[in-house]
């Protein structure tokens, strides 16, 4: 499955580090969002976007910082990480924002 | 809230042979879409199956079904003819029709034995 493309696949980084993750989809839709996927727990949504609008943030520490710039691409900007937030960020795409949603591959992100 | 229960953190199948994975959720909503979802190693999120629950026929993609009982909130997934490439963390989840949140449920790792 193509449709869903992240990069970097993997990222190490310092917690004084500035990075960004970066998602696109090839599909024709018109949502994203991105998903937080750490050990042992269920994934957790982070934010959604419909039509390069933010639509949910769900009280997502301010160090991450997301960006929609048109519907095919979606940025999450890091700064100030903590080690606690090392997992696989996951992004996903729909259609529309009630459609079901298709994910990336994931960047596995470590924080030193 | 609604919740997704996947009560069996791990399972595991022969090849060839048929394997059921459970799930259960909680809602108030009557009209609501639910997945199965599968991850493997490479850590993609492949979507597996999709039911909608006003629908009363079970869904069906080849080799996986789904038991989906309504008035009992479960919503099982059954691999017939398990496969090697079958191996992988399977997740559950749930959202209402109007909505865009997913629900997930934690999971069930399944292995396959040649």
């Known amino acids: 499955e193509t449709g869903v493309t992240q990069t970097p696949r993997h990222l190490v980084m310092g917690m004084t580090n500035k990075k960004s993750l970066k998602c696109e989809q090839h599909l024709g839709h018109n949502a994203m969002y991105w998903y937080k996927q750490s050990a042992k727990k269920p994934l957790e949504l982070m934010f959604v976007?419909?039509?390069?609008?933010?639509?949910e943030n769900n009280s997502v520490p301010s160090r991450f910082s997301p960006e929609c710039p048109n519907s095919s691409h979606l940025f999450l900007h890091l700064h100030t990480l903590q080690p606690e937030d090392s997992a696989l960020y996951l992004c996903?795409?729909?259609?529309?924002?009630?459609?079901?949603?298709?994910f990336g591959p994931g960047t596995r992100l470590l924080v030193l | 809230a609604q919740t997704v229960t996947q009560s069996q953190p791990e399972m595991s199948v022969q090849e060839a042979e048929t394997v059921t994975l459970s799930c259960t959720y909680d809602?108030?909503?009557?009209?609501?879409?639910l997945f199965w979802y599968k991850q493997p190693p490479s850590r993609q999120m492949i979507l597996v199956i999709r039911q909608e629950a006003y629908k009363q026929q079970n869904a069906t993609e080849n080799r996986f079904s789904v038991n989906f009982q309504k008035a009992a909130k479960s919503f099982s997934l059954k691999i017939s003819d398990s496969q090697l490439g079958d191996a992988a963390m399977y997740f559950c989840a749930y959202k209402e029709t109007s909505g865009s949140r997913l629900t997930f449920g934690e999971g069930t790792q399944l292995t396959v034995n040649p």
């Open positions: 996903a795409s729909s259609r529309e924002l009630t459609g079901t949603q298709y």
């Open positions: 976007y419909s039509l390069e609008e933010r639509v």
């Open positions: 809602t108030s909503e009557s009209d609501y879409y």
